[in-house]
């Protein structure tokens, strides 16, 4: 039946075959072609027309490239013919969709052309249509021979292939120029993922290198352990997690797996707040550092790292905040910033964690969820804080239609402890605590853009149809987020007359904690 579609080019009188075919293909040679076919074709025996060349390659000449000898023949020639042969085929898949498109919709009437209709008001519109990506072996064979060995084409065949020609010609020079862009972005891309791969192999280097760094992560990693191994453990060796995961375990009968994940499922924030930073050179002069306001909370008692963020909390609500970078990818293109934490309210949802010498105040992005079980009452609900970053000044001026760059999200407060000694310019130093400000991208935040990602994709699956891969692809890969960065809190910035006012109320505190120690 094959041989059949082959009659101008096949000769059953030639009983000689001839590697060039100037008798015409003999049956040997077609079979041979098809059975290098088959090992391409896909279960439905259609080839995808992306592989084009390597099947030329495994074809003999005169059709293919492959010598005798097995080595590869090729000139300008045949790589124009390639693109000729590879624009017909897509045109044919071009008219093949059409065809079926039109076949659709006579079936399903009037009901199609309404859908059609209503999907025409989504914001989702998609922009390259699926096509037909694949040729059976006749379309394959025969398009190839029109453009490989144009002399075993009859004239008549010539002449009702003008029209298609041309068209192939329009189609060949537009891919060449889709390819073209698409080289061009494809090199852009891989410019900007090696300078945001090397920006974080650069900030992974610079946290192996600092102390207080390391420690964060060992506590982080301390802190995983410990939800790792909850799902496994009985009740009674509970004694790590916090209260309201125990009732929930006790309440569930000891199942601490089951227990574990209504406790802890990831739930998305109830509010986000965004905090905007403004490039300074120097802090203002009202600044308080941060030592001397743990000093006014906390005396002369030795440090410790929850004073730090105790200090954080108290004057963040009430003042600006002056923030340094420390990370190698920050620290020299911004240095220090000004911003206000005032709409992150009381940090709801932020619960205070110690381990060793460390402390870290880090969103409960996974507590909501015991208020499924009975007798466990929590609304589960947790502050997102976003920040981000005005233009620099002198960048703004040049382009004032400049917005503002995202920095991530915040993913804790750091507070640790200094011992005393001597810092590198050789000056002594008192034990105090310090608070930093780590930047990231939180697992939720992740998860939900990895759900939007996916409703988009089945939007436009649905929207497309049956067919292959778009004759276009759009680029969806995804650079990495350079979110990571450190933070250390300078100070903050407070007028006079508040310190005095801060002053009168930390004196109404401390004698009413001791009139309740007194009467106790």
Same mark, same amino acid.
């Not at 040997?28 to 084009?52: M, P």
């Not at 059976?136 to 190839?144: E, P, R």
């Not at 990693?221 to 060796?237: C, F, G, M, Q, Y």
């Not at 293109?333 to 709801?348: E, H, M, N, Q, R």
């Given at each position: 039946?094959?041989?059949?579609?082959?009659?101008?080019?096949?000769?059953?009188?030639?009983?000689?075959?001839?590697?060039?075919?100037?008798?015409?293909?003999?049956?040997?040679?077609?079979?041979?072609?098809?059975?290098?076919?088959?090992?391409?074709?896909?279960?439905?025996?259609?080839?995808?027309?992306?592989?084009?060349?390597?099947?030329?390659?495994?074809?003999?000449?005169?059709?293919?490239?492959?010598?005798?000898?097995?080595?590869?023949?090729?000139?300008?020639?045949?790589?124009?013919?390639?693109?000729? @042969?590879?624009?017909?085929?897509?045109?044919?898949?071009?008219?093949?969709?059409?065809?079926?498109?039109?076949?659709?919709?006579?079936?399903?009437?009037?009901?199609?052309?309404?859908?059609?209709?209503?999907?025409?008001?989504?914001?989702?519109?998609?922009?390259?249509?699926?096509?037909?990506?694949?040729?059976?072996?006749?379309?394959?064979?025969?398009?190839?021979?029109?453009?490989?060995?144009?002399?075993?084409?009859?004239?008549?065949?010539?002449?009702?292939?003008?029209?298609?020609?041309?068209?192939?010609?329009?189609?060949?020079?537009?891919?060449?120029?889709?390819?073209?862009?698409?080289?061009?972005?494809?090199?852009?891309?891989?410019?900007?993922?090696?300078?945001?791969?090397?920006?974080?192999?650069?900030?992974?280097?610079?946290?192996?290198?600092?102390?207080?760094?390391?420690?964060?992560?060992?506590?982080?990693?301390?802190?995983?352990?410990?939800?790792?191994?909850?799902?496994?453990?009985?009740?009674?060796?509970?004694?790590?997690?916090?209260?309201?995961?125990?009732?929930?375990?006790?309440?569930?009968?000891?199942?601490?797996?089951?227990?574990?994940?209504?406790?802890?499922?990831?739930?998305?924030?109830?509010?986000?707040?965004?905090?905007?930073?403004?490039?300074?050179?120097?802090?203002?002069?009202?600044?308080?550092?941060?030592?001397?306001?743990?000093?006014?909370?906390?005396?002369?008692?030795?440090?410790?790292?929850?004073?730090?963020?105790?200090?954080?909390?108290?004057?963040?609500?009430?003042?600006?905040?002056?923030?340094?970078?420390?990370?190698?990818?920050?620290?020299?293109?911004?240095?220090?910033?000004?911003?206000?934490?005032?709409?992150?309210?009381?940090?709801?949802?932020?619960?205070?964690?110690?381990?060793?010498?460390?402390?870290?105040?880090?969103?409960?992005?996974?507590?909501?969820?015991?208020?499924?079980?009975?007798?466990?009452?929590?609304?589960?609900?947790?502050?997102?804080?976003?920040?981000?970053?005005?233009?620099?000044?002198?960048?703004?001026?040049?382009?004032?239609?400049?917005?503002?760059?995202?920095?991530?999200?915040?993913?804790?407060?750091?507070?640790?402890?200094?011992?005393?000694?001597?810092?590198?310019?050789?000056?002594?130093?008192?034990?105090?605590?310090?608070?930093?400000?780590?930047?990231?991208?939180?697992? @939720?935040?992740?998860?939900?853009?990895?759900?939007?990602?996916?409703?988009?994709?089945?939007?436009?699956?649905?929207?497309?149809?049956?067919?292959?891969?778009?004759?276009?692809?759009?680029?969806?890969?995804?650079?990495?987020?350079?979110?990571?960065?450190?933070?250390?809190?300078?100070?903050?910035?407070?007028?006079?007359?508040?310190?005095?006012?801060?002053?009168?109320?930390?004196?109404?505190?401390?004698?009413?904690?001791?009139?309740?120690?007194?009467?106790?």
């Amino acid at each position: 039946m094959i041989l059949d579609k082959f009659g101008f080019i096949t000769d059953e009188v030639a009983q000689v075959e001839t590697a060039d075919w100037s008798n015409g293909s003999s049956t040997g040679q077609i079979e041979e072609l098809t059975s290098i076919y088959r090992t391409l074709a896909n279960r439905d025996g259609y080839v995808a027309i992306s592989i084009l060349e390597p099947l030329l390659e495994k074809w003999p000449l005169p059709l293919g490239f492959r010598r005798e000898d097995g080595s590869i023949q090729r000139d300008e020639a045949d790589v124009a013919a390639v693109k000729l @042969i590879k624009a017909e085929l897509t045109v044919i898949a071009m008219r093949e969709q059409v065809r079926l498109e039109k076949e659709q919709e006579a079936k399903k009437g009037h009901l199609q052309r309404v859908k059609k209709w209503l999907l025409s008001f989504t914001q989702e519109k998609q922009v390259f249509k699926r096509s037909i990506s694949a040729m059976g072996f006749i379309d394959m064979v025969l398009t190839i021979l029109y453009w490989r060995l144009p002399t075993m084409v009859p004239t008549s065949v010539k002449q009702e292939r003008l029209a298609l020609v041309d068209e192939v010609v329009k189609m060949a020079k537009a891919l060449a120029l889709t390819s073209s862009v698409n080289r061009m972005l494809a090199k852009k891309k891989k410019a900007e993922v090696s300078r945001a791969l090397q920006r974080l192999v650069d900030f992974r280097k610079w946290a192996r290198a600092d102390e207080h760094m390391v420690r964060r992560m060992e506590m982080i990693d301390e802190l995983k352990h410990r939800k790792d191994v909850l799902a496994n453990i009985k009740p009674s060796t509970s004694s790590i997690i916090t209260n309201s995961i125990s009732r929930v375990m006790r309440l569930m009968g000891g199942q601490g797996a089951q227990a574990f994940k209504l406790a802890l499922k990831e739930v998305p924030p109830f509010r986000m707040c965004m905090v905007t930073m403004t490039r300074i050179e120097q802090p203002p002069e009202n600044t308080v550092e941060h030592i001397d306001a743990a000093k006014e909370l906390f005396g002369d008692a030795p440090p410790k790292a929850t004073d730090a963020i105790a200090t954080f909390s108290e004057f963040a609500k009430k003042y600006p905040v002056v923030l340094r970078f420390l990370d190698t990818g920050h620290a020299n293109s911004i240095g220090l910033v000004l911003c206000t934490f005032k709409g992150a309210g009381d940090w709801i949802g932020w619960k205070l964690r110690e381990h060793k010498e460390e402390a870290l105040l880090q969103p409960e992005t996974r507590r909501a969820n015991i208020s499924s079980v009975q007798g466990i009452t929590s609304d589960g609900k947790w502050l997102e804080i976003e920040m981000e970053i005005k233009p620099a000044r002198e960048v703004w001026e040049q382009n004032q239609d400049l917005g503002m760059t995202p920095m991530g999200s915040l993913i804790d407060v750091h507070g640790f402890v200094v011992p005393g000694g001597l810092d590198k310019q050789g000056k002594p130093i008192h034990p105090h605590s310090e608070a930093r400000l780590s930047l990231g991208t939180l697992a @939720i935040v992740q998860q939900r853009k990895r759900e939007l990602a996916a409703r988009q994709n089945k939007r436009r699956a649905q929207a497309s149809g049956p067919g292959g891969p778009t004759l276009v692809q759009q680029n969806t890969m995804s650079l990495p987020e350079d979110f990571d960065a450190v933070m250390q809190v300078v100070g903050y910035v407070r007028k006079p007359s508040d310190k005095k006012r801060d002053m009168t109320a930390l004196k109404r505190t401390q004698s009413a904690q001791e009139e309740r120690v007194q009467r106790m």
